[in-house]
């Protein structure tokens, strides 16, 4: 199985902060690479695939980047909304495999 | 817009299996790939097995051959199936989309708590 490996595992941080996440894969996964937003209590929500793509509707505060087997999520400016926990999945190979978690608190 | 609802037992009995639905609105359960995906309390996702419209079966070896994935195309459902449940399966069980031409989760189901106890 390919491991996806997040740090921090967690952050404190305050609105308006620049905050980065980052995601790596045990092997190669060119960019077959997608990021999820989690509230508490609700399902993942998509918010980057294809490594930096955004999607439709997902402010432009959020960005990805990165390829092969280091990837980033970034949020440029941290809005009240933004506390939540962040994911990193790949899709390269089956089993598609989750990264741990970022979970982004109030500082 | 399409929408996806588990629906199931909330609590299940050691050693039987557990038996969940989801049901697809607002789209055809055709031509797409389906799959499930569950979370146990306090922690990360896990990825269970997708199946195509057309019937193909894909399931995550960690849970061997316990997993079947179905599809009811005339009910616009698909359903899973996990055998020889063990407290280990309690978990938030997620159906979703995936869509194959962008590699990516798009629509979800709100999620179901399935807890395995006597």
């Known amino acids: 199985d390919i491991q996806m490996t997040q740090s921090p595992s967690s952050l404190s941080a305050s609105v308006g902060d620049r905050v980065t996440i980052t995601c790596r894969a045990s092997?190669?996964?060119?960019?077959?690479l997608t990021w999820y937003q989690q509230r508490p209590g609700k399902a993942p929500n998509l918010l980057i695939y294809?490594?930096?793509s955004l999607q439709s509707g997902v402010p432009s505060r959020f960005s990805g980047s990165g390829s092969g087997t280091d990837f980033t999520l970034t949020i440029s400016s941290l809005q009240p909304e933004d506390f939540a926990t962040y994911y990193c999945?790949?899709?390269?190979?089956?089993?598609?495999?989750f990264g741990q978690g970022t979970k982004v608190e109030v500082k | 817009q399409v929408q996806l609802q588990e629906s199931g037992p909330g609590l299940v009995k050691p050693s039987e299996t557990l038996s969940l639905t989801c049901t697809v609105s607002?789209?055809?359960?055709?031509?797409?790939?389906w799959s499930w995906i569950r979370q146990p309390p306090g922690k990360g996702l896990e990825w269970i097995g997708y199946?195509?419209?057309?019937?193909?079966?894909t399931s995550n070896p960690s849970l061997k051959s316990r997993v079947t994935i179905s599809i009811d195309t005339s009910k616009n459902q698909f359903s899973l199936k996990v055998s020889s449940v063990t407290a280990a399966d309690t978990a938030v069980y997620y159906c979703?989309?995936?869509?194959?031409?962008?590699?990516?989760?798009?629509?979800w189901g709100q999620g179901t708590l399935v807890t395995v106890s006597s």
């Open positions: 979703a989309r995936y869509d194959y031409s962008y590699y990516l989760f798009d629509y």
């Open positions: 092997q190669s996964i060119t960019t077959y």
């Open positions: 199946m195509y419209y057309g019937g193909g079966t």
């Open positions: 999945q790949q899709s390269h190979r089956t089993p598609w495999t």
């Open positions: 294809a490594a930096s």
């Open positions: 607002g789209g055809s359960i055709s031509g797409n790939y």
